[in-house]
């Protein structure tokens, strides 16, 4: 299993969005994240940077970007690389143990503790300052989201967090109003779990609030509840006070608390005792919907609602038949949280080209660029300045996005930065799969992944 920020193993392969608005750029300069030579490396010869990324419909907007960077710097030339989520950070870390690797390359918040470790990430603080970059410009939680022991190791470039899209035909035949706010708890479930009643319908035709409804014969489940961290359990364990780990470079994982299994127990209620959300079964093996078994079946009508990040909106939308919609996740017992995530371009600590790379480094985090991504609705702009231009796409398109931004004014927890996470949410999802395809034995679940995520930090160095 793999984070889906961006994607997971198995990634939506389908054209990012379409309709190339005016560039808003003017191709002479980097703007305001300060950018030094135009006319590209330090050297007198040409350079030929490689910029690493995961593969992902955003890729097209990046090349639209860097067509303009190389007729902006027409001695630099990039080459865009590409692999698969779960080949990207084995592959990469090996070139950067022999001193090779991309120049640039894409970093998601959990390879930042293990790449720094490895020091194969170039410390950006001096040049930033050389350079009079205003950080002011970005969203503040990117940059602290980024920044370690003071020193900042790339510019924000976008950011997501995790709502719910919904099937809005669906909605309107069964005369259901989206509502404004929803809320859980563990104990009765609370308005979300009367929600999700109203939405789920037997083969029959009744809703799961009539004591005729029939659990064993479900036509259209209310949502789905993945086996996956970021957009599965991690929200729903920070609104009811958990934490993956309790600070950033912990040592240990935090969530084998009385709080933690309640909260499990509660996700798993939905599938088993409840039968409002689909079954684990239905999510793939490990029930983690490593292969998209969760928009599959959303595309089918066989759930209402599934939970997904805004990155993912360009592929929902051409996968599904229906009109789309997103509402905001239901708050907890300890208020409103999301997970925030957001990358960055890191340099290559061992390239030899870091003027080049540099200058590519401050143009991907320059508002030159993020138009060009968030006009034409591929990220949200990590500049919250240019957040409406994102918005304002998918509002031509019929979809309102804002449900995303609302809950990035929300409490937010981040994607936990440790060595060894990256292992470790592969192994916290193996240790609960059992759980999550039975309803059973929740606590000696929790308690075993804890455990083999605690081995996992402890093997990787981590604190």
């Known amino acids: 299993m793999t984070l889906r920020r961006r994607l997971r193993g198995s990634p939506w392969r389908l054209a990012a969005a379409g309709g190339c608005l ?3 750029i003017a191709a002479a300069a980097c703007s305001s994240s300060g950018s030094g030579s135009s006319g590209g490396a330090a050297g007198s010869g040409p350079v030929n940077l490689t910029y690493a990324m995961w593969q992902t419909p955003e890729q097209a907007g990046y090349q639209k970007s860097i067509d303009q960077f ?4 027409p001695n630099i030339h990039v080459t865009i690389e590409s692999f698969a989520y779960n080949d990207y950070q084995p592959k990469l870390t090996t070139e950067f143990s022999s001193g090779g690797g991309p120049d640039v390359y894409w970093v998601n918040t959990p390879m930042i503790a293990s790449w720094l470790k490895d020091g194969a990430m170039e410390k950006l603080t001096p040049k930033i300052q050389s350079a009079h970059a205003d950080l002011s410009q970005y969203l503040s939680t990117l940059v602290d989201l980024h920044k370690f022991n003071g020193d900042l190791y790339g510019f924000p470039k ?4 995790i ?3 919904y099937n809005a035909d669906y909605f309107a035949r069964h005369h259901m109003t989206v509502p404004s706010s929803l809320t859980w708890n563990p104990s009765d479930g609370g308005t979300w779990l009367t929600f999700l009643k109203e939405l789920t319908y037997d083969t029959s035709g009744r809703n799961a609030l009539s004591p005729a409804f029939n659990p064993d ?3 259209t489940y209310g949502t789905d509840s993945p086996n996956e961290m970021q957009w599965g359990f991690e929200p729903f364990l920070a609104e009811n006070g958990v934490k993956i780990i309790s600070q950033p470079y912990a040592k240990n994982v935090s969530f084998d608390t009385p709080a933690g299994t309640q909260t499990f127990q509660f996700l798993t209620d939905l599938m088993y005792k409840y039968h409002v959300s689909a079954p684990g079964s239905d999510l793939g093996t490990d029930a983690a919907a490593n292969n998209t078994e969760d928009q599959t079946l959303f595309a089918q009508g066989k759930v209402a609602m ?3 990040g805004s990155w993912e909106i360009s592929g929902i939308k051409q996968a599904v038949k229906f009109k789309l919609g997103v509402l905001p996740a239901p708050c907890g017992p300890q208020g409103c949280w999301t997970v925030l995530n957001g990358l960055i371009d890191s340099v290559n600590a061992h390239s030899p080209n870091q003027q080049a790379a540099w200058e590519l480094e401050q143009w991907l985090g ?8 968030g006009s034409s609705g591929y990220i949200w702009p990590g500049i919250g300045s240019l957040d409406p231009l994102f918005a304002s796409y998918w509002k031509r398109q019929g979809l309102d996005v804002t449900p995303f931004a609302t809950e990035a004014k929300w409490n937010v927890v981040y994607w936990p930065v440790t060595p060894g996470m990256n292992q470790a949410q592969l192994d916290i999802a193996n240790q609960l799969a059992p759980a999550y395809l039975t309803g059973k034995n929740i606590a000696q679940a929790v308690s075993a992944a804890a455990a083999q995520a605690n081995n996992d930090l402890a ?4 604190g």
């Open 459 to 462: 093997a990787a160095g981590s």
């Open 306 to 308: 599934i939970e997904g």
């Open 158 to 161: 976008d950011w997501d967090t």
């Open 366 to 373: 320059s508002p030159t660029s993020q138009k060009i991504l």
């Open 163 to 165: 709502a719910y899209f």
């Open 217 to 219: 014969s479900v036509a």
């Open 22 to 24: 005016a560039l808003l």
């Open 70 to 73: 190389e007729k902006a710097h």
